[in-house]
């Protein structure tokens, strides 16, 4: 086989070829823009969820909340994102469109399964045909109530999406999940949880390629009554 067949090259014009090698080049070139991103955690506790991201898209001209990626989707649903922005406000469009949709139907707020399995659809979708490209992105989206306790999901470009207990994305995504190993975090309140988390984005943030960055994080559990709140913490 030539060189050309073996690395895949002239493979990747489309999200709808496939690589001699069985690899779909275009979804990996979306995941690894997903992972230039800065750092994205989310972490369930005791009786809470928090999603963390180390924002590095700031700049002391923009506003205070400029450029941000963790977002409430409906009321007790949050989402963090990594990647394109642009990419981001779409999705977060969509996923917003679909819980609107969905409580003026029912009258009621759509569940956290049922929203995920609707927005990686919609991811999944743009991996089939040759006119679009995938989304150059990845999602967290977290809950909390009294019944179920706290959710945690990721989904990445693919439109696949995997149940946590906690999980991360991002450039320093390795180096985070190695950390959060090192913690119970089923047992941590909601203070104890957003402190590990910021300790953790700190410990990862790499000063040398970026310099500033701005923590952001996302909550909802027992403590803000099952409704998802976003803090900025500092810059």
Known sequence: MSDKYSTGAGFDLCASQYA???RLLQLEYAARAADNSGTVIGVCGKDSVLLAVENLNINKLFEKEANQRIFN???SIGLAVGGLLGDCNILVDRARLEAASYRQKYERGITLELLCERVDSFLHAYTLYS???PFAL????A???NKNGPRLYKIEPSGTTTGHFCCSFGKGSEQALNEMEKFEFKDFPTDQLVKAAAEIIHGVHDERKDKNFRL???IVGSQTKGKFEYRLKQQ
Do not use: E, L
Request: proline share 5%.
């Open 131 to 133: 006119a679009v490209r």
């Open 138 to 141: 990845s999602i967290m989206m």
């Open 73 to 75: 989707i409906d009321g």
């Open 20 to 22: 001699p090698n069985g």
């Open 143 to 145: 809950s909390w109530d």
């Open 216 to 218: 952001d994080v996302g």
